[in-house]
């Protein structure tokens, strides 16, 4: 009996170190910031801009809505974290005046927040180098901050994002500068790499290069042709977009895939 008691103690204590290392490794993607918001209680001030940073457009048209932030420098990476989505908390250890307790809210990333230089990072510089911030759209802002608070201390941790349907593509531009667009990316959110394939050269993906926020662009003369594109996210997966486009395209056009990256 008294062995028995011994092992199950012993089976106790190792379940209760994996739990332990497991809470451990999990509280460890935790990471600190402030967020403070924009845009108004509607957040249309967030499609003030003509694009965005990331070049996003009508974000409640490309099915972002309302749940989206900007990222101050130490974040935004020059674009390669658009479409990126986090988790935040507010902080209650630190301030339990303006947070809300239990609630969480995921956003995307559809902007940048630039420097103040004229202003302290302590003292509305919030987007200043090297600080981690994000200005979200009022609407998420507030499920976990009280509005009187104006900035709030968060933790927050990259999630996968979630997107309905498949992945969109827009191409703009003329002659010689096609630049594409990508928007709703499940998964990680953000694009590693990107190529193109014309249908006159069915052997030849062509790399494309980050032109600014999500759009990547390439200088062949694409024109009258059938484009397939290949992209690669951030976490490694790569699809091929194959025939997508077809050879009648123009520019100012948008195709939608069927084809989704893994979370």
Known sequence: ?????????????????????????DAQQWLRAHATFYGGAD??????????????????????????????TALFGNGASCGQCYKLVCDRKTDRTWCK????????????????????????????????????????????????????????????????????????????????????????????????RGSKSPNNWMPMARNWGANWHSLTYLNGQGLSFRVTVTDGQTIIFNNLVSPNWRFGQSFASNLQFHL
């Open 1 to 25: 009996m008294a062995g028995a008691r011994v092992r199950a103690a012993a089976v106790l204590l190792a379940l209760g170190c994996a739990l332990a290392i497991a809470y451990t490794a």
């Open 43 to 72: 957040a249309s001030g967030t499609m003030g801009e003509p694009r965005g940073a990331c070049g996003y457009g009508n974000l409640y048209a490309q099915g972002y809505g309302t749940r989206t932030a900007a990222l101050s």
């Open 101 to 196: 307790p239990g609630v969480s809210v995921t956003v995307s990333v559809t902007n940048f927040c630039p420097p103040n230089w004229d202003l302290p990072s302590d003292k509305g510089g919030w987007c200043n180098p090297p600080r981690p911030h994000f200005d979200m759209a009022q609407p998420a802002w507030e499920k976990i901050g009280i509005y009187r608070g104006g900035i709030i201390p968060v933790i927050y941790q990259r999630v996968p994002c979630v997107k309905r349907g498949g992945v969109r593509f827009a191409i703009n531009g003329h002659d010689y500068f096609n630049l594409v667009l990508v928007t709703n990316v499940a998964g990680p959110g953000s694009i590693k790499s990107m190529d193109v």
